[in-house]
């Protein structure tokens, strides 16, 4: 019979899928895991590469395009070859007893969707998850008796800071934030930032996406709602603090006036490793904090002017329901649209929050647990909708510049 713990991960050629990849290969290898799945984008090289280390039994490109160089790099490999968001579903259809869910945006949805319907463990790293269909989310894992657990190093944080404590006793969760590319900047600079300058980070090495959104603040954004979702707790009990050194990853504050919280270098195989060998703890090939050099550790509160994401994901917070879908789709479609020199730096929040506006008064968007199919829709509506909204902003800047 196979002992092999069975796995599969989605979103394997990024930085998190990355970093995945090396814990497995560390532990073992094919010889510890058998691999079900593996999922990429462009990069087939690295794809295959994975695959043929791991012996995978199936590796999925998301591009059509990308098919016939992959099933070439992996000719006479043994290794099953897809493209294409239907095969990625399919691939998640596949039992695995560990998922990484590792897929930046709203395109790592269905995949964990459809990976958590087998119960087993979702090491979910894809935040939107949590941000666009929280509640289903969820709901979904409670049903299949699967178990989230999280890889955003925050939330592992104040995972491992509750492990034996009851949450009727938590005051407050504190996630921290480096403050990202420009927490030094004159604010008035901000609106000629690059592309560039924004995707520099002072401490984590990340995907460009999510580097650009800790420059913004837009990921503290997506995990404050992240932290609502997934431990259940109030947002005036969730608060953020910067704090450029980037070691205490989040502190839970109990009612007794004491606060636990989590160190550790600045390094995502910590948060992996710990939910891949959850509830066990295994050595790790993470630096050793030596907190004799580092020194002080500093903290203060974000400036609300540098930062105005936080104070609209306090605004979904308040409406629930499909607010989250809107707010994720708006945010990335801005994104979309400053990566590609169509706005600038500081037009981002403004898009979102005018998508947000116009979706408020819409019947469906309040409290409900929207099912997936009402979440897709409008995650696509509100794409096209800021997509429109950053043509119109970005014209206004030439213009003015004009
Ligand atoms: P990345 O851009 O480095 O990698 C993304 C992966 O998803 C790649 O394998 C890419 O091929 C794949 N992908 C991209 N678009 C796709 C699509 N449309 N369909 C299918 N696959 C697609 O991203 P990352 O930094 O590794 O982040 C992945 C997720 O983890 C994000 O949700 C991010 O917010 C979260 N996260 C990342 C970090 C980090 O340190 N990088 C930390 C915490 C949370
Ligand atoms: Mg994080």
Redesign the pocket.
Request: charged share 15%; no cysteine; aromatic share 4%.
């Given at each position: 019979m196979d002992e092999r713990r069975s796995v599969s991960v989605?979103?394997?050629?990024?930085?998190?899928?990355?970093?995945t990849f090396d814990l497995l290969m560390r532990q073992g290898g094919p010889r510890a895991y058998r691999t079900v799945a593996l999922?990429?984008?462009?990069?087939v090289a690295r794809?295959a590469e994975m695959a043929r280390a791991l012996q995978a039994e199936l590796a999925v490109?998301?591009?059509e395009d990308c098919l016939r160089p992959l099933q070439a790099a992996l000719a006479g490999s043994g290794v099953e070859v897809a493209a294409g968001?239907q095969a990625?579903a399919e691939a998640a259809d596949r039992p695995a007893g560990w998922v990484m869910?590792?897929?930046?945006?709203a395109?790592?949805l269905v995949?964990g969707f459809r990976a958590l319907a087998h119960g087993g463990t979702l090491a979910l790293?894809?935040?939107?998850?949590l941000v666009t269909a929280g509640p289903l989310l969820m709901e979904t894992a409670r049903k299949a008796k699967a178990r989230i657990l999280p890889?955003?190093?925050e939330h592992s944080a104040i995972f491992q800071s509750l492990l034996s404590e009851e949450m009727t006793s938590v005051e407050r969760v504190i996630l921290t934030a480096s403050g990202g590319a420009f927490r030094d900047w004159p604010v008035e600079r901000l609106v000629a930032a690059t592309v560039a300058e924004a995707s520099t980070h002072p401490n984590?090495?990340?995907?460009?996406?999510?580097?650009i959104?800790s420059a913004s603040m837009f990921?503290k954004a997506?995990e404050l709602i992240e932290t609502r979702e997934f431990f259940g707790i109030d947002p005036d009990r969730i608060e953020v603090l910067v704090h450029p050194e980037s070691l205490v990853h989040a502190l839970v504050a109990f009612c007794d006036g004491g606060m636990i919280g989590h160190l550790g270098a600045p390094d995502?195989r910590h948060?992996i490793g710990y939910a891949l060998n959850w509830p066990d703890r295994t050595p790790l090939p993470v630096a050793r904090l030596d907190l004799a050099r580092v020194g002080s550790l500093t903290f203060r509160a974000p400036d609300p002017l540098r930062y105005p994401a936080l104070a609209l994901a306090r605004q979904v917070m308040d409406k629930g329901g499909l607010a989250g879908a809107v707010f994720n789709a708006a945010k990335e479609a801005a994104l979309d649209a400053f990566i590609e020199g169509q706005i600038c730096f500081t037009d981002m929040a403004g898009v979102v929050e005018t998508v947000l506006e116009d979706f408020s008064g819409r019947t469906g968007f309040g409290p409900a647990l929207a099912p997936l199919e009402a979440v897709l829709a409008a995650d696509s509506e509100a794409r096209a909708r800021a997509r429109s909204v950053a043509e119109r902003t970005g014209d206004k800047r030439w213009k003015s510049r004009a």
């Open positions: 989605f979103g394997s050629t990024g930085s998190i899928g990355e970093s999922t990429g984008g462009r990069n794809l490109t998301a591009h968001a990625l869910s590792a897929i930046v945006g395109a790592g995949p790293a894809n935040k939107e998850s890889v955003d190093s984590w090495a990340m995907g460009q996406r999510i580097t959104d990921n997506l995502m948060a």
